[in-house]
């Protein structure tokens, strides 16, 4: 994370503003973007904090005010905020394979605690925090739910922990400050605008282009579509209850399922291979091995193995319930986002949010 920035202003948006002003942290990235093209889409002003280094190609087209500064310059966040209702976080460090896991904690908990001080003193109506279905337990007994505690914090890997003690961090604030927060726990998210790509994005990319030729047997997760996602971002700003969790998921997929997706869409064939998890097992020590000699973080570790599989089937019924949630077939933003892949071909990059 490069040094604080002095909060600057520019491009504010001439539409008549439905509702208060919305405040997007994290707009650059994947659910970032979609998040403030939905709220646009939906008529409100939306302000977006950006640094001066981040992509912005997923929001260039959007008419939204821009402010920028540093989420650890505290006067940067409290100047973003003043006049919004609402504030939605979407500032995450995803690279869970970094040997150094500094940056995750400095941005995922230590640059979230900033931001949560300067909410408690900006009086808004809520604050919708993007988590991770990593903060879920591991039911045995059906799928999980929000009320499944997370249980699996010390084999969790240094990027599950630092989103777990964000997500705590979040809670503590609204059960113990006030503050009106929300925390959305978000499954893999797939579709169109994944400029990055996330990690998951480049292994469906790499799949729709005919260069996967094995997949990971007994790999399976919960996924979304992005755009639905999004949409359960904004309805959590409406109804969603403060100091709750919600789950934000579709369905339940294998990786061979959702690679034999992508290849259709590429008509190229699907990975043939199927690499039992013990090998995978193997490999990520010898990954890590690797990064030692070389040293250099390299994305193969058992961590990154132990994720592919350890999450078990959630239950989605709660934001349908409570937040009017409605979401699409997963599949289908799969497909989306692997002609995405194919027609823009972007260049891989890891955006900031």
């Not at 490069?2 to 503003?17: K, T, Y």
């Not at 707009?27 to 403030?36: D, E, Q, R």
């Not at 976080?89 to 904690?105: E, I, S």
């Not at 997929?253 to 690679?259: A, H, V």
Request: proline content about 6%.
């Amino acid at each position: 994370m490069s040094a604080p920035e002095p909060a600057q202003q520019s491009g504010r948006s001439s539409s008549r503003p439905r509702g208060g002003r919305k405040l997007v942290i994290g707009a650059s990235g994947f659910l970032g973007s979609h998040v403030t093209r939905e709220l646009v889409q939906q008529g409100y002003h939306v302000r977006v904090l950006l640094r001066h280094t981040s992509s912005t190609t997923g929001i260039d087209d959007l008419d939204v005010e821009r402010v920028y500064g540093d989420i650890l310059d505290a006067a940067a966040v409290r100047a973003a905020m003043a006049g919004c209702d609402v504030v939605f976080h979407c500032a995450v460090d995803t690279r869970a394979w970094l040997r150094d896991p500094a940056p995750l904690f400095r941005t995922n908990v230590e640059a979230l605690r900033v931001v949560l001080d300067a909410a408690v003193e900006a009086d808004l109506d809520r604050f919708v925090f993007t988590s991770t279905l990593a903060t879920i337990g591991l039911s045995s007994d059906g799928p999980a739910t929000e009320d499944t505690t997370h249980d699996w914090f010390e084999t969790a890997g240094a990027y599950v922990r630092s989103r777990v003690r964000a997500e705590s961090l979040v809670l503590d604030y609204a059960r113990q400050r006030g503050l009106p927060a929300v925390a959305m726990c978000v499954a893999n998210t797939y579709g169109p605008g994944d400029w990055a790509p996330t990690p998951h994005g480049g292994l469906l990319a790499a799949a729709a282009r005919g260069r996967m030729p094995a997949y990971v047997e007994g790999a399976a997760a919960e996924v979304v579509g992005v755009v639905d996602a999004a949409r359960a971002m904004v309805l959590a700003a409406e109804h969603g209850r403060v100091g709750h969790r919600y789950i934000v998921a579709e369905r339940f997929m294998s990786s061979r399922e959702i690679y034999r997706i992508a290849a259709e869409v590429g008509g190229v064939a699907p990975p043939r291979w199927a690499v039992p998890l013990p090998v995978m097992s193997v490999l990520g020590v010898l990954g890590e091995a690797v990064g030692r000699v070389l040293d250099r973080d390299v994305r193969l570790t058992r961590t990154s193995v132990r994720l592919m599989h350890i999450m078990p089937p959630m239950d989605h019924s709660k934001a349908v319930r409570e937040l009017g949630w409605c979401p699409g077939p997963a599949p289908e933003a799969i497909h989306e986002a692997a002609r995405f892949f194919l027609d823009e071909r972007p260049a891989g990059r890891r955006s900031a949010g």
